[in-house]
């Protein structure tokens, strides 16, 4: 079901996009590329000076690169556009710091306290957190959702719909549906 319609005429003035890119290498890791970027409509004055309409105002990238077990073994920074050029730029190495991290083990807490504040970009910052999802499903590209082995599939009790007690994994998941109590 769609959003229902806006209650007020409005103009947008602002774009945020955030694309993530997966990648299955030939060496069998896999890498995820990010990206965060802000425009405006309109002509937009900063400190630093007037940023035209279309231009960015953020643009910031990261790549990571996963081992099977999503463990980060490589990572690289940087940020093409910035609002302050030779303060916003510079942070970019402090993400090399990603390195040794587990996307799937409490990976977004420890982003947020080790990047928080002042040791870290918060636009760049923002951006890793959608990560760990976008791994999953980059993975998921070559795993059938609901094959039938041994193991759980990956994707149960990750997110609300899927959560083992549920009619949906009743439904497309029977064998490690675990019911309710009062399930009949």
Known sequence: MPLPPPRAPRQKVHLRQI??????????????EACLRDTKEIDYVLASGVRRAGDAIHEMRVRVT??????IVDAQACSD?????????????AYRQLVGLNLM??????????FSDVRGCSHMTELLLSLPTA?????ATFRRDNEDGDEKPFQ?????????????????????????????
Request: negative net charge; hydrophobic residues 30%; aromatic residues 10%.
């Open 105 to 114: 083990r409490g990976f977004r807490r420890t982003v947020s306290e080790m």
């Open 19 to 32: 694309s993530v890119e997966g990648y299955r290498r030939d060496d069998g890791m896999l890498e995820l």
């Open 135 to 139: 791994a999953i499903q980059t993975l």
């Open 156 to 184: 149960l009790d990750r997110c609300h719909a899927l959560e083992t007690s549920t009619q949906t994994v009743r439904l497309y998941y029977p064998k490690w549906h675990r019911g309710r109590a009062n399930d009949p």
């Open 81 to 93: 556009s910035v609002p302050y050029p030779g303060g916003c730029d510079t942070i970019a190495p």
């Open 66 to 71: 996963l081992d099977a077990d999503f463990t």
